[in-house]
């Protein structure tokens, strides 16, 4: 027997139940013997939760979105089904909908939504969702039945997050199936019913199982029939290595454990419920995570199988909105129980704990939750310390909000050294600061705490890191798209494969601007195109606004090229360096302005490990800098230097004689790009005046 489960994303829309009638036929027509799970239509859970707080909240627009959610499920039902199908789908659900209907109005009379009343309300999207299905593949010939969850899954009564009692569960499955054994069978996900072992007139009490619980109730009911295979059908080829959301080039990770699958999913991948790994786990039953909509791709097999795989990790997963508390104070210092009085004190008062560390001087400890619970951590805390806090032996809990968990997951990492050198320096290159840091003994797990801010950046930084090692992205920033400008996006376009396939570098340009527009796309802009068409429909722009948007774009390995002759922009390099952003130009001035601002900027790309180039200073094209650089390094002493500054002087000179205007070789000088974008620049010598204070500088003149 297998079990299948699929989820709101891949029953959204009736279409796609059509491309789950067609993989089911498959399963039919090979014999096998299974059993589905469905979710309710994708956004039906947060529509009817979204119903009752209108109700709630004397909004009588609740009465509107009833009735939409109403109009979705019965032209679901006449999109695919049809004559006695239909006819039966819709008595049920009209009669179901008044029933939804009255309790939403009682909500509404008595403005109240109970968690208890909210778990019922919510149990209409998966009885909904499954009883259309099953009717739909009877219409398709296939003999299928409904099957209500509640009758077999059996909880406690904490509504919202309900825990299944196994023991009676799993007797109410076998005897269940041992009687209905020829259809399959279409079972509500999510929803259960309060067991006999709780009150007696709660016997019966819809409840649910968690957000996302669906997936809970395919491995529960796996757990029942001793199925041989979990299949959670989702919208994404599988598990990937982050989300595909917030990382672009995330892929499918073909194996994985159960722990590590476990550790991926409490840390914020979606993908999988968390609980579901724990019934599959007792039972040593794998899983399969599978696309719908790519159905012939494998996906991923968890199971306890441990294959060796390429990389040092796993997976990278992050959850985006975090507390962190710290409990400090001399009182904690030697001090045993201290740990066992603040972690009661929070079960007491059902904070979960995401995330623990305290540092061996045991001056404090911090400790992670979700922002919905902080302030009754911070509540029960001060209740279990107030002594300790009235005698100052322990201070004020400080709290730090906005913050996000980063978590890198794997198996492989245990016994492996370098694997946190490799994450912190991928996040220090990168400027993200590391608030707090935890790793498990088991070595499964290392999570960090970065400002909420910085978390899709540092999903990149790792994943480039861990993953793409062969390949680094560099994410372009370009101002000025003049001569030289233009000329660089061809050079990058003609390049981009060599780059690519030869020195592993991929350019991504993520932002454009000339001294009017700019464009930004972080998913990269074409530089094949005509970038000053493309330009001519961005927004309008100012160095400054360009700088700020560049900044918080907060793009990883991220380079900034000026192309521009522009003092408004070279001021801004500093603060440019400080974002750890590299910074490319053949733009002097930044490098001719006083001293003690030249050594600022290569103090700054120092701290923050960022590169600062501007080989195209002196000397055009040809490598200057970059060997006086070598030179020096290994300790020669410049004596002298030789050579024609100024190729456009050297061009006007060369090239007028009395057959010629002045004006016209100066002209043809900047038409060949060989002169500043004012050419009086080249003319009054100032563009070869720093071109030698560069070098002076450059060879230690300072
Ligand atoms: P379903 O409706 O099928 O239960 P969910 O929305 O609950 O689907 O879960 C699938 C989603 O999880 C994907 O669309 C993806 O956006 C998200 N997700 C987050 N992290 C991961 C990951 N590491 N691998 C795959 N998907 C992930
Ligand atoms: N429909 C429920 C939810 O949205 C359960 C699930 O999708 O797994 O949370
Ligand atoms: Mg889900």
Not at 72 to 91: F, Q
Not at 95 to 115: H, M, T
Not at 223 to 242: F, P, Q, R
Not at 511 to 539: C, M, Y
Request: aromatic residues 8%.
């Amino acid at each position: 027997m297998k079990v299948l489960k699929f989820g709101g994303s891949s029953v959204a829309k009736p279409e796609r139940i059509k491309g789950i009638v067609e993989i089911l036929k498959k399963y039919v027509k090979a014999g096998e013997a299974f059993t589905v799970v469905f979710s309710a239509f994708g956004g039906v859970t947060d529509s009817l939760i979204d119903v009752a707080k209108k109700a709630e909240n004397s909004d009588v627009n609740y009465l509107v979105e009833f009735e939409k959610l109403k109009a979705r499920h019965i032209e679901s039902a006449k999109l695919l089904t049809s004559g006695e199908n239909l006819k039966t789908l819709l008595k049920y659900i009209d009669q179901n909908n008044d029933d939804l209907l009255n309790v939403l109005k009682g909500i509404y009379l008595i403005r109240e939504v109970s968690a208890r009343t909210l778990d019922y309300v919510v149990s209409f999207g998966e009885r909904f969702s499954n009883k259309i299905v099953a009717h739909t593949l009877v219409e398709n010939g296939i003999k299928a039945e409904y099957l209500d969850a509640r009758y077999v899954i059996k909880t406690d009564r904490n509504f919202g997050s309900a825990r299944v009692d196994f023991e009676e569960t799993e007797l109410l499955i076998a005897e269940y199936y041992a009687h209905h054994s020829d259809a399959i069978q279409i079972v509500t996900g999510f929803i259960g019913s309060v067991s006999k072992s709780g009150k007696n007139n709660d016997f019966g009490l819809t409840t649910t199982l968690g957000r996302g619980g669906s997936d809970y109730t395919a491995a529960i009911l796996a757990a029942g029939l001793n199925a041989s295979v979990i299949e959670i059908w989702t919208d994404v080829d599988g598990v990937l290595t982050a989300d595909p959301r917030k990382v672009k080039k995330a892929f499918t990770i073909p194996t994985m454990t159960y722990a590590e699958a476990m550790e991926m999913s409490h840390f914020g991948a979606k993908v999988i419920y968390p609980p579901t790994l724990v019934p599959a786990l007792k039972k040593k039953i794998p899983l399969y995570i599978k696309n719908t909509f790519n159905p012939d791709f494998v996906g991923t097999y968890i199971s306890t199988e441990r294959n060796e795989t390429e990389h040092a990790i796993q997976g990278i997963s992050s959850i985006g909105n975090i507390s962190l508390l710290t409990l400090s104070g001399s009182g904690l210092f030697g001090v045993p129980g201290i740990a066992g009085r603040l972690f009661s004190a929070l079960a007491h008062d059902a904070v979960n704990i995401i995330l623990i560390t305290q540092g061996s001087s045991e001056s404090s400890i911090s400790f992670a939750v979700q922002p919905t619970d902080t302030k009754r951590a911070k509540h029960a805390v001060e209740k279990a310390f107030a002594n300790e806090m009235k005698n100052n032996a322990v201070n004020a809990l400080f709290i730090e909000e906005n913050l996000a968990t980063i978590a890198i997951v794997g198996e492989a990492m245990r016994f492996r050294p370098g694997i946190a050198g490799t994450l912190f320096d991928a996040l220090g290159k990168n400027g993200i600061n590391c608030v707090a840091i935890a790793q498990g003994s088991s070595e499964l797990n290392i999570s960090v705490i970065v400002p909420r801010t910085d978390e899709t950046k540092a999903l990149n930084a790792l994943h480039e890191a861990f993953f793409l090692s062969d390949t680094l992205t560099l994410n372009v920033f370009l101002v000025g798209v003049g001569l030289i400008g233009s000329e660089l996006l061809k050079q990058m376009a003609q390049q981009a494969h060599f780059l690519k396939t030869e020195r592993a570098i991929e350019l991504k340009l993520v932002g454009v601007a000339n001294s009017r527009h700019s464009v930004f796309d972080i998913n990269g802009i074409d530089f094949t195109q005509n970038i000053k068409t493309v330009l001519s429909e961005g927004e309008a722009t100012s160095p400054e606004k360009f700088i700020k948007k560049m900044i918080e774009t907060n793009a990883s390995n991220a380079v900034f090229i000026d192309c521009t002759a522009s003092a408004d922009v070279a001021q801004h390099y500093n603060e440019v360096l400080a974002q750890s952003i590299s910074i490319v130009t053949p733009n002097k001035i930044a490098n001719t302005g006083n001293l003690a601002q030249y050594k600022i900027l290569r103090n700054t790309a120092r701290k923050t490990g960022v590169k600062f180039l501007y080989e195209t200073n002196v000397g055009a094209g040809l490598p200057v800098i970059n060997t006086l650089k070598d030179l020096l390094n290994s300790g020669d002493r410049i004596i002298k230097i030789e050579g024609v500054l100024s190729g456009s002087l050297s061009f006007i000179f060369n090239n007028f004689d009395s057959t010629k205007k002045f004006s016209d070789v100066v002209k043809k000088a900047g038409e060949l790009g060989f002169t500043e974008p004012d050419p009086r620049l080249d003319l009054n010598g100032s563009d070869v005046r720093r071109k030698l204070l560069i070098l002076a500088r450059e060879c230690g003149f300072g």
